[in-house]
């Protein structure tokens, strides 16, 4: 049943596709006069946070990582319903939320490298990407509904989805016992860290996450701002996650000998429909490229688990994952304070920032990586 494993995943990625697609949106709702310096903020904090608490669960496997999930699922239902009713100062409250998301999706991440076999891990690997694809296809159907409703409605949805997508596994998956960490996190780090491919993929995801980060948070109000309304928008983006979706379910079934070129192809294909849509400022064009964008960033993340899950221990899936999302929450906090900044010059100026950060990562994946 490894179903159970792999439904976290949905809630994990309804909440970023929410956060990324709707936050900036409702931020600026509030009064938030720079709403990306709030939403860069969390993504620093997720810095901080999931690689220190990857750590702690590791240390503490022998007692099991639910107790993390838990607590950092009750800080999120405590926050989410704060917002929902409207009680207290929303910055506040979206900080708190921040730091019970970023509290237990890495401990709910480790079930997977910590209990499933080898054997097994190609299965699991893509029902994961599947899941998670699911829950970017839900996240701005369901977003768009409840922003008809408020934008407090957001957070009842997150809410609903942070209880049924991590209560099933908290239910259902029974940790390994005798499981010990025995490793120093010093060394541990070194020795990962000193490892050419290891280096050489971290270096290439702060460039494409940068990218990715100054693309997925803007699009939606971007749209908006060019005239088209916030239902519309929404479907785009539900097409954008459809693509994303179908392209994630099909490579992950797919036995590549590599994915580093397929990953390479995707990076300057997402580079290349940014600077297409930039230079043309007839909105149909993004009718025709968010297809394309989709299946890029689907190939983009199912390339990117493949390369990572392979690289963790058993019993140090804390450690890895949470040191692994350094490198997704620093770029996109970088390049959404670096669009917000020069935002005023030209709105749609995170294009050429988007388009920048993809290219740099595909050439230095083509200069460094054994892509043979």
Same mark, same amino acid.
């Given at each position: 049943?490894?179903?159970?494993?792999?439904?976290?995943?949905? $809630?994990?990625?309804?909440?970023?596709?929410?956060?990324?697609?709707?936050?900036?949106?409702?931020?600026?709702?509030?009064?938030?006069?720079?709403?990306?310096?709030?939403?860069?903020?969390?993504?620093?904090?997720?810095?901080?946070?999931?690689?220190? /608490?990857? %750590?702690?669960?590791?240390?503490?496997?022998?007692?099991?990582?639910?107790?993390?999930? %838990?607590?950092?699922?009750?800080?999120?239902?405590?926050?989410?319903?704060?917002?929902?009713?409207?009680?207290?100062? %929303?910055?506040?409250? *979206?900080?708190?939320?921040?730091?019970?998301?970023?509290?237990?999706?890495?401990? =709910?991440?480790?079930?997977?490298?910590?209990?499933?076999?080898?054997?097994?891990?190609?299965? *699991?690997?893509?029902?994961?990407?599947?899941?998670?694809?699911?829950?970017?296809? *839900?996240?701005?159907?369901?977003?768009?509904?409840? =922003?008809?409703?408020?934008?407090?409605?957001?957070?009842? $949805?997150?809410?609903?989805?942070?209880?049924?997508?991590?209560?099933?596994? =908290?239910?259902?998956?029974?940790?390994?016992?005798?499981?010990?960490?025995?490793?120093?996190?010093?060394?541990?780090?070194? %020795?990962?860290?000193?490892?050419?491919?290891?280096?050489?993929?971290?270096?290439?995801?702060?460039?494409?996450?940068?990218? =990715?980060?100054?693309?997925?948070?803007?699009?939606?109000?971007?749209?908006?701002?060019?005239?088209?309304?916030?239902?519309?928008? $929404?479907? /785009?983006?539900? !097409?954008?996650?459809?693509?994303?979706?179908?392209?994630? /379910?099909?490579?992950?079934?797919?036995?590549?000998?590599? !994915?580093?070129?397929?990953?390479?192809?995707?990076?300057?294909?997402?580079?290349?429909?940014?600077?297409?849509?930039?230079?043309?400022?007839?909105?149909?064009?993004?009718?025709?490229?968010?297809?394309?964008?989709?299946?890029?960033?689907?190939?983009?993340?199912?390339?990117?688990?493949?390369?990572?899950?392979?690289?963790?221990?058993? $019993?140090?899936?804390?450690?890895?994952?949470?040191?692994?999302?350094?490198?997704?929450? /620093?770029?996109?906090?970088?390049?959404?304070?670096?669009?917000?900044?020069?935002?005023?010059?030209?709105?749609?100026?995170?294009?050429?920032?988007?388009?920048?950060?993809?290219?740099?990562?595909?050439?230095?994946?083509?200069?460094?990586?054994?892509?043979?």
């Amino acid at each position: 049943m490894e179903f159970k494993y792999a439904i976290g995943n949905f $809630g994990i990625f309804y909440i970023n596709t929410t956060i990324s697609t709707f936050f900036v949106m409702v931020f600026r709702l509030n009064g938030i006069q720079n709403p990306a310096i709030l939403f860069g903020t969390g993504l620093l904090m997720g810095a901080f946070i999931q690689p220190l /608490i990857g %750590i702690i669960s590791d240390i503490y496997i022998s007692k099991g990582r639910k107790i993390f999930i %838990i607590l950092g699922v009750l800080i999120c239902v405590i926050s989410t319903l704060l917002l929902f009713s409207k009680k207290g100062n %929303i910055i506040f409250n *979206v900080i708190l939320f921040y730091i019970g998301f970023h509290l237990y999706q890495i401990p =709910l991440s480790a079930f997977i490298p910590d209990n499933i076999e080898e054997d097994k891990l190609n299965t *699991v690997s893509g029902l994961w990407n599947a899941t998670g694809s699911l829950g970017s296809i *839900v996240a701005p159907i369901l977003g768009t509904i409840m =922003l008809q409703k408020g934008y407090n409605y957001l957070f009842l $949805g997150m809410f609903i989805v942070i209880i049924i997508s991590a209560g099933i596994p =908290l239910v259902l998956v029974k940790e390994k016992k005798g499981q010990f960490y025995n490793n120093n996190v010093i060394n541990s780090l070194i %020795i990962y860290l000193t490892d050419k491919n290891v280096r050489n993929f971290y270096i290439s995801k702060c460039l494409w996450w940068g990218g =990715l980060g100054a693309f997925l948070p803007f699009i939606m109000e971007n749209l908006i701002f060019k005239g088209v309304s916030a239902d519309e928008a $929404g479907k /785009i983006c539900t !097409v954008f996650m459809i693509f994303n979706c179908i392209s994630s /379910i099909f490579i992950s079934r797919v036995k590549l000998g590599s !994915v580093i070129l397929p990953l390479a192809i995707a990076l300057i294909t997402f580079s290349g429909c940014n600077l297409l849509f930039y230079i043309s400022s007839n909105i149909k064009w993004i009718f025709i490229l968010i297809p394309i964008f989709g299946v890029s960033y689907g190939t983009i993340m199912v390339c990117s688990y493949n390369l990572m899950i392979r690289m963790i221990p058993k $019993g140090e899936g804390g450690m890895y994952l949470g040191f692994d999302n350094i490198f997704v929450n /620093i770029p996109q906090a970088i390049s959404a304070f670096l669009v917000s900044s020069l935002a005023i010059y030209d709105k749609d100026i995170f294009l050429i920032i988007s388009s920048s950060f993809m290219a740099l990562a595909c050439i230095y994946i083509y200069h460094s990586w054994d892509i043979s």
